[in-house]
């Protein structure tokens, strides 16, 4: 049974920093994207930035670009999400996912495969 756990989410004020983690078992994604999406109350889900594993070639959305920055742990199966310079606005509910396969849009929601349960980031202003 393949999971992802998400932790790391808090309460923090604009211009703070935080770090979210996922962890995964039950299966490799050797050819895979892990990516974090989030969800802010009555907006649809949105991507926020992906990386390639194994490959190590990232993607982020505009709204995070130069203020997050995702990377991953092979031997430990974990895939990390630095936030730093947080604002109002990153406050959301975020999602860790994994795709199987490379190729595609990795902005696709439904392309992914596995998803965690959430982690909640609140930043006040």
């Known amino acids: 049974q393949v999971q992802l756990v998400e932790s790391g989410g808090g309460l923090v004020q604009t211009g703070n920093s935080l770090r979210l983690n996922c962890t995964f078992s039950?299966?490799?994604?050797?050819?895979?994207?892990m990516a974090w999406f989030r969800q802010a109350p009555g907006k649809e889900r949105e991507f926020v930035a992906a990386?390639?594993?194994?490959?190590?070639?990232?993607y982020y959305a505009d709204s995070v670009k130069g203020r997050f920055t995702i990377s991953g742990d092979n031997a430990e199966n974990t895939v990390n999400l630095q936030m730093t310079n947080l604002k109002p606005e990153d406050t959301a509910v975020y999602y860790c996912?994994?795709?199987?396969?490379?190729?595609?849009?990795?902005?696709?929601?439904?392309?992914?495969?596995?998803w965690g349960q959430g982690t909640q980031v609140t930043v006040s202003k």
């Open positions: 996912a994994a795709r199987i396969y490379y190729g595609g849009r990795h902005a696709y929601i439904p392309d992914y495969n596995y």
């Open positions: 990386v390639r594993w194994g490959h190590g070639t990232t």
């Open positions: 039950g299966r490799t994604f050797g050819n895979g994207i």
